[in-house]
């Protein structure tokens, strides 16, 4: 049980990563993006001019917040797909080997071959190195 907990705390903690990370770099691109436009509409709109510097600012950070949201919304359902993907090849994996034993494969019984294959995986790297 504490295995899987501990696996489950991995993923968060990753996932957070990813998603802080890409967040990030939305925010950045959303403020070039938003910087780039402001100078070109002050440049460009003498209405755009006349407006003040908080305003414009405000514009400015509205597009930064903007590439924070979904940058970091989008790595994270992107990342959300990839470890679907996983678990259910895994999972479907433990059912067809499980089934090969005669087993039906429950979520214990799935959870108790996740163990084995876990303890496997680890004592053939221990014989490795």
Sequence with gaps: MSNTRSRQREDIDRAYDIQTRAGVEGAVRGTGVGTGLAMIAHFSWP???????????????ISTIFG????????????????????NAL???ARYDLARRGLIGTETEIAKWRAE????LQAEQAKTE
């Design 47 to 61: 209405w755009f001019r006349r407006q003040t510097l908080p305003f414009k600012s405000f514009l400015v950070s």
């Design 68 to 87: 924070l949201v979904l940058g970091a919304e989008r790595a994270l359902l992107t990342h959300e797909a990839e470890r679907r993907q996983e678990e």
């Design 91 to 93: 999972r479907r994996q």
């Design 117 to 120: 294959r876990d303890a496997a």
